[in-house]
């Protein structure tokens, strides 16, 4: 490593490379990659026939090898006349036709149109430091001029950003088309740079193109990706880059606290197949010695589960598989798997490049799974929202065996935005059993099947069955509120299944939903089985000026106030709700909107500590009663907030013994309702467990 040059600008010095070839002599000096790491790609857009001028040759083997196998028209330059003395010696009797010559690539005697290839094998990264780019600049005109029209400047570098921006605004301005191919990275030495290979390739027309012509290929054989602006050309590789070295910090160090998650996409496609998300164990884990690393396969559609989603989760997962490092590999959508052995010959070849460090050689690592099962997945509807992103509707076998459809925002892939059980008329019974065993579908359904519909009566998101057991606070299904009605306020859509289910099965009950986005009514209504009617309306719009509108109205109120309603903004620590519906002065017109016996609901899901601490004094500063619900494994809790004030005979905190009663008589209420073929799969008593003042 002493003799690389201490600093950019030496790249470009002839005396440096005078000094670096004396120093090393007759042995050859392989930058980026030789012959075999090379020969895929360059045999794809040189031509054994083609008249080659080869700049910056240096004493690489790169171009006796292409003579060796067929190419025969090279013309070698270098600056350094030691190298170029050097393989001239070194060729002239096995080599005759290959010639080296002393030539300054930015200002060379070849006629104009004379060669139909150039090749670059680290020239450009070493000059582009030189003079803010100018002598690459030269070069790079030097090599449009030398060029026949077909012809090609083939540049293998480390296209660092500044360098590949030189290059490609360079051919780009003079209407060439270009395409970079990132090739795969081969093993290397502990202290070898981390930065991938790439290949860049500009070829050069007639008449310049009036559209530029962008495409990034993974690997040599990759199918090309069309991209439309040089920053996104940029962009990718930079993300390429990052990917590699993202790598190296994997293989040389151990964070348990790190969480890395690197993407692996289809080589051809360029589409991302695989995501693996690595966790260390503790420091001070007690690890069995053979225990080096492991892969887990989630299986397809369970990547959203929180023992996979979650660090939480995935610590739990690790410190039960009891391995040094843990990765946790989950698959995309729109992407075909054979079976978990496919999986495992795909990923093997790969995995070793995230191994921690120090393992042994030719060490094996051990593919875990859910069940030895690659799991099941049918994506039924893609669509895109103005207001939400891109999003999915997908079809998932569940760990319980069942069939569940689900709804998914690419901004937040991690997080299911809403999901409902399918059934199917021969199945719809069993459902009605409890303590069921788990079965699983004889054969999953692969299109969209009218025979499967949507089991309004179970709630798959725990925080929507608490607030379902929050109606007994007002008592709902006892004698005395038998017959009453129950107007319902609620903010947020989504799949439409706590809405539904409400309309279902809660007596009494008139449901008016808000949600701000158009396409997710839309969603509901096509995929989730959502059916509004007299009892159960959707108004479009903002739920904040949708409150504010109805708190100046005269005798508009409601008994249940209800917001589960997400934040687009990522940038602070809540993603539930928005900041603006937890202001004191907008809780104060929620206050305002209730019955006396009125109940507000509200799904909080908070991480930072600070602001929900501020949440928790402005909701207890308007509501003189609120109980708080928290949910294992997830942070979502749900806050249940009264307009009553507490019984004083009450412990300040305990729940209320009226509570306690009033779920019983609520269980019974959703019990005696109808609806179809559905039937309520709700535990009121158990959701109202751990609920407390808060």
């Known amino acids: 490593m002493n003799l690389l040059p201490r600093t950019a600008e030496e790249f470009s010095s002839a005396e440096y490379w005078e000094r670096f070839f004396k120093s090393r002599g007759e042995k050859a000096f392989e930058w980026y990659g030789d012959y075999n790491e090379l020969c895929g790609v360059l045999h794809k857009y040189i031509k054994t026939q083609d008249k080659v001028l080869v700049v910056g040759c240096g004493n690489s083997e790169l171009s006796e090898q292409l003579y060796d196998v067929g190419y025969k028209q090279l013309t070698n330059i270098d600056i350094s006349e030691t190298v170029v003395a050097q393989m001239n010696r070194r ?51 030097e090599v449009g001029r030398v060029l026949s029209v077909g012809g090609r400047y083939v540049c293998v570098t480390l296209a660092q950003e500044s360098v590949i921006r030189l290059a490609v605004e360079h051919f780009v301005q003079m209407g060439w088309a270009v395409r970079l191919h990132s090739l795969e990275e081969t093993a290397r030495q502990e202290d070898s740079i981390a930065l991938p290979v790439f290949v860049l390739i500009c070829t050069k027309f007639r008449q310049p193109m009036p559209v530029p012509i962008l495409e990034l290929c993974l690997g040599e054989d990759g199918a090309p990706t069309r991209l439309t602006r040089v920053p996104e050309l940029l962009s990718a590789v930079k993300e390429r880059q990052a990917y590699s070295i993202l790598r190296k910090r994997l293989q040389t160090d151990m964070d348990a606290t790190s969480n890395l998650s690197l993407t692996l996409c289809h080589v051809k496609t360029g589409l991302p197949r695989y995501t693996l998300t690595v966790q260390d164990c ?92 690659l799991g099941w997945r049918d994506v039924v509807s893609e669509g895109v929202s103005e207001l939400s992103g891109a999003y999915y509707v997908e079809d998932v076998r569940g760990e319980d065996g069942e069939l569940y459809r689900r709804l998914l925002f690419l901004s937040n892939a991690g997080l299911v935005q809403s999901e409902s059980r399918l059934i199917s008329p021969h199945t719809a019974s069993s459902h009605k059993r409890k303590n069921r065993k788990k079965v699983k579908p004889a054969v999953p359904p692969k299109t969209p099947s009218t025979s499967f519909s949507v089991d309004s009566g179970l709630l798959c998101c725990t925080h929507h069955g608490i607030m379902v057991a929050g109606f007994a606070m007002l008592q709902v299904g006892t004698p005395q509120k038998k017959d009453a009605p129950v107007s319902v306020l609620l903010v947020g859509l989504g799949g439409g299944g706590l809405p539904q289910f409400l309309r279902d099965f809660v007596p009494g009950a008139s449901v008016q939903v808000v949600e701000l986005d158009p396409v997710i009514l839309e969603v509901a209504k096509d995929w989730f089985g959502f059916r509004p009617d007299d009892r159960l309306t959707v108004t479009i719009g903002d739920g904040l000026e949708r409150i504010n509108a109805l708190a100046n109205e005269e005798g508009r109120l409601f008994d249940v106030i209800m917001f589960d309603v997400d934040s687009k903004d990522t940038s602070v620590g809540m993603s539930c709700p928005p900041a603006g519906f937890v202001e004191i002065s907008f809780l104060k017109k929620v206050f305002s909107l209730l019955t006396p016996r009125g109940v507000f609901m509200l799904n909080l899901v908070c991480r930072d500590s600070v602001m929900r601490k501020s949440v928790m004094e402005r909701v207890r500063g308007v509501f003189p009663l609120v109980f708080s619900r928290g949910i294992d494994g997830e942070v979502n809790e749900v806050l249940l907030c009264s307009r009553a004030e507490k019984e004083s005979e009450d412990s300040p905190q305990t729940v209320p013994l009226f509570l306690k009663q009033a779920a019983m008589s609520l269980q019974s209420a959703l019990s005696n309702s109808s609806s179809g073929t559905s039937s309520p799969h709700i535990d009121i008593a158990e959701m109202l467990n751990d609920l407390k003042v808060a």
Not at 314 to 321: E, I, K, P
Not at 338 to 356: G, N, W
Not at 360 to 366: T, Y
């Open 91 to 141: 060729n002239a009797e096995r080599r005759p036709d290959l010639t080296y010559h002393q030539v300054d690539a930015t200002k060379t005697t070849y006629e104009d149109a004379s060669y139909q290839a150039t090749l670059d094998k680290g020239t450009l990264d070493a000059m582009a430091s030189e003079e803010e780019g100018a002598l690459a600049k030269r070069m790079l005109t």
């Open 282 to 373: 503790a420091p001070g884990a007690m690890v069995p010695r053979a225990n080096h690393f492991a892969i887990f396969i989630v299986p397809q559609g369970r990547e959203t589960d929180w023992q996979y989603a979650s660090s939480e989760g995935r610590s739990r997962l690790a410190t039960s598989a009891n391995f040094r490092r843990l990765v946790v590999v989950a698959m995309h959508r729109n992407q075909e798997y054979t079976d978990m052995q496919a999986v495992q010959a795909e990923l093997s070849p790969l995995v070793m490049d995230v191994a921690p460090p120090g393992m042994p050689a030719n060490h094996q690592a051990p593919f875990l799974s859910a069940g030895g099962e």
